[in-house]
């Protein structure tokens, strides 16, 4: 059913790491666990997953650490799955990218559940052929999603995670329409609500002049986000 995607469990509890491989792999998933963050990196470097669930407490380096890295450097999911319960945490971990937030202890077909949810998101992102396989231009910019590449006026690029790459692409898709929050997020994947507003916040920090005051992405209060300028798709 789900096409046998892979998925990275990383936890340096070997209990938590069988038991999640377990659970995912009675729904058809293909599992590897990595107990420290090294281990993790050099597979992720050899063979990407469609998802990388992330433990916060790593004995060899600061999850969130791992998080970043992933979210900078590769184009792949991720979830952080932590006994870490506070606010600044969860919202940091969605700053830096991650895709979802599970707190420890956690019900396991729950955790499935929103594993789901998230790569069913991730899919509707794209590819669209129409689109995917061509260069968006708006504003001064243009954004290559087959690289998940943002290069501005003067030449600079930057990388977006896939969480932001999202986001952007219905925006794009779409331009000059208000789009909801459900529409820009696609499917819940959980119930902290603040992540749209985390992650637009990390999107107009890449494309706008002066993110505090937008111009190419507004907020419609009550409503939604709104990309105000028009977009043209070249090869």
């Given at each position: ?52 669930i ?11 650490e ?13 979830m ?13 971990g ?8 599970i707190?420890?202890?956690f019900?396991?077909?729950e ?8 790569l ?16 968006a ?12 590449t ?37 499917e819940?994947?959980?119930p ?26 507004k907020?419609i209060?009550?409503?939604?986000y ?9 090869p």
């Open positions: 059913m789900n096409n046998n995607k892979m998925i990275y469990v990383i936890d340096d509890e070997k209990d938590i790491c069988q038991m999640v491989s377990l659970e995912l792999e009675q729904f058809g998933y293909s599992v590897r666990s990595f107990t420290t963050g090294a281990q993790a990196c050099h597979a992720i470097r050899t063979r990407p997953p469609a998802l990388c992330i433990d916060l407490g790593l004995p060899d380096m600061d999850g969130m791992l998080v970043k890295q992933l979210c900078d450097k590769h184009s792949v999911g991720v952080i799955l932590s006994g870490r319960n506070s606010v600044p945490d969860k919202v940091l969605l700053e830096l990218g991650a895709d979802d937030y707190v420890k202890p019900i396991p077909r955790l499935v559940a929103r594993v789901n949810s998230l069913r998101r991730l899919e509707n992102s794209g590819p669209d052929p129409k689109t995917e396989t061509r260069t231009q708006f504003a001064n910019l243009r954004y290559d999603p087959k690289t998940l943002l290069i501005t006026g003067d030449g600079k690029q930057s990388e977006l995670s896939s969480a932001e790459h999202v986001l952007l692409i219905r925006l794009l898709k779409a331009p000059k329409t208000i789009l909801s929050r459900d529409q820009l997020m696609g819940t994947t959980g902290f609500d603040r992540s749209i507003d985390v992650r637009m916040s990390r999107v107009r920090k890449k494309i706008e002049q002066d993110p505090k005051n937008p111009e190419i992405i907020t209060y009550g409503v939604g709104i990309l105000t300028t028009d977009v043209s798709w070249t």
